[in-house]
C-alpha cells in the first residue's frame, strides 16, 4: 500500500492481504461486536487523509460471502469523521445489495442510520463518492458497468474526526462474532478532481 494509506488504529495482518498475481486488495470482515452501533471504534479502516478541496474517489469491489454466514457483514467506500457516511456492499436472503448509511456523532455513540439500498444482481459494483467544496459536501454513485454512474441516497458535509481531518477510504466489517464468511476484493481506487 501507498504511505498515503493508515489504518484506523494499530494494523493487523488478518484484515487484509495482497495476493500475489492477483492484482487487488483483499479485506476481510473484522468483527465490530464489541461496538456495533457505528464504526468510530473499528480498527479495520484503512483511509487516507483528503487530497483536495474538491475531489472524486472510485473504487471496484466485488464481495464473496459465505451463503450461510453472510448476516451484517458488509464493505465498501467510507467517508470517516465525528459524521460519517459510506457506500457498502452486503448481502441477505434475497441477494446482493447496495446500502447508503450515515452516522451523527460517532464518537458519542451515534448510531448508523439507513438511508438508501438498491438491489443489485451480481457480487460486484462500482462505487463512488464527489467531494465538493466549501463545505465538503459528499455524494455517493454507483456503476454496475464502470461507464454510467448513478446517485444513491442523500448527500451529507464531511466533519473532521476528533484528532484529525475528514477522510475516504475502504472498509470490510461485521456486526457478527464470526471472522470467517467472506471477503471483499478492491480492484483498484482512483482519486480525481
Known amino acids: 500500500l501507498g504511505l498515503q494509506w493508515q489504518w484506523h488504529a494499530n494494523s493487523s495482518l488478518a484484515w487484509s492481504a495482497v495476493l500475489p498475481g492477483k492484482g487487488h486488495l483483499r479485506l476481510f470482515p473484522h468483527p465490530q461486536n464489541a461496538h456495533p452501533k457505528n464504526l468510530w471504534p473499528a480498527p479495520n479502516l484503512l483511509l487516507q487523509k483528503f487530497p483536495a478541496p474538491d475531489f472524486t474517489a472510485t473504487t471496484q469491489v466485488s464481495w464473496h460471502v459465505d451463503s450461510s454466514n453472510y448476516n451484517g457483514k458488509r464493505a465498501g467506500l467510507l467517508i470517516m469523521g ?62 454496475a458497468d464502470g461507464k454510467t454512474y448513478n446517485p444513491i441516497g442523500q448527500p451529507f458535509n464531511a466533519k473532521p474526526d476528533t484528532w484529525i481531518g475528514a477522510k475516504v477510504g475502504l472498509f470490510c466489517v461485521s456486526t457478527q462474532p464470526a471472522r470467517r464468511g467472506g471477503w471483499a476484493d478492491f480492484d483498484w481506487f482512483r482519486v480525481a478532481r
Open 82 to 143: 465525528d459524521d460519517y457516511g459510506y457506500l457498502a456492499i452486503t448481502h441477505d436472503g434475497e441477494g446482493y445489495k447496495l446500502i447508503q448509511v450515515l452516522c451523527k456523532n460517532a464518537p458519542k455513540d451515534g448510531a448508523e442510520t439507513l438511508i438508501a439500498e438498491q438491489r443489485i444482481s451480481t457480487n460486484s459494483a462500482y462505487l463512488r463518492v464527489q467531494v465538493r467544496a466549501p463545505d465538503a459536501r459528499c455524494q455517493f454513485f454507483w456503476s
